[in-house]
């Protein structure tokens, strides 16, 4: 009963999953988050200017660019970058207290983003979402009909690019049913908490009997 106890209490993890574009990121981590209801998305920072559909601390946090800056100074992101001369950060504080009060994160971020996070925070689950081979990556990049060849040739060789640093993730897994592969994360999560070094408190309370 106490061990139970103890699980039940504990923090929560910090998970990132990153990938090559076209792998099917945001499938899984959505599929994940249906599985497990303690699984929470990370809400970022931008400077983007609000959507109509979209609502503060939902979607994003809206922040003018001073505002923004003065975050950055301060060291509030875990991770920071630009895309299309809009910024975008991880909150520091809204992952750690969500942690500090069990919920596992899920940090849906970039090969470059996600090395600056593991580097910066150290107790983090990464995994890498790979697809089966780059033919079907390849397939997956057509299908969604949005792009030109030139685009999709500069998507399929900064995928090449990407895999090059999987072995600096902690899990690999293979996408190639969204379903499975988010069962996959969910039972590494886990099994991420039942680590020794995840359990010091609990090892502690079972010597003092």
Same mark, same amino acid.
């Given at each position: 009963? /106490?061990? *139970?106890?103890?699980?039940? !209490? @504990? =923090?929560g993890l910090l998970v990132i999953i990153?990938? =090559? ?12 988050? $249906? ?16 959507? %109509? ?26 991770? +920071?970058?630009? &895309? ?6 991880? %909150? ?6 969500? &942690? ?23 107790? +983090? ?14 397939? /997956?990049? *057509?299908? /969604? ?37 988010? $069962? +996959? &994360? $969910?039972?590494?999560? @886990?099994?991420?908490?039942? $680590? !020794?070094? /995840? ?11």
């Amino acid at each position: 009963m /106490r061990q *139970r106890i103890y699980m039940e !209490t @504990k =923090p929560g993890l910090l998970v990132i999953i990153s990938g =090559p574009s076209g792998v099917g990121k945001g499938e899984v981590c959505n599929m994940l988050k $249906k599985l497990d209801s303690n699984i929470i998305t990370s809400i970022s920072v931008t400077t983007r200017k609000k959507r %109509p559909n979209e609502i503060e601390g939902i979607n994003y946090f809206f922040k003018t660019m001073e505002e923004y800056e003065a975050l950055k100074k301060s060291g509030s992101f875990l991770e +920071t970058f630009e &895309i299309y001369e809009n910024y975008y950060g991880t %909150p520091k504080e809204f992952v750690i207290n969500n &942690i500090k009060n069990g919920k596992d994160i899920l940090l849906e971020i970039d090969i470059q983003g996600a090395l600056h996070v593991m580097k910066n925070y150290k107790d +983090t689950v990464s995994v890498f979402l790979a697809p089966p081979d780059c033919a079907v990556l390849e397939q /997956r990049l *057509r299908g /969604r009909n949005t792009e030109d060849e030139a685009a999709i040739n500069k998507r399929l060789s900064a995928a090449k690019e990407e895999l090059l640093t999987m072995e600096k993730y902690d899990y690999i897994v293979i996408n190639s049913d969204i379903e499975s592969s988010a $069962k +996959t &994360i $969910k039972d590494i999560i @886990k099994s991420e908490k039942f $680590k !020794t070094l /995840r359990n010091k408190e609990l090892i502690k309370n079972l010597l003092k009997n």
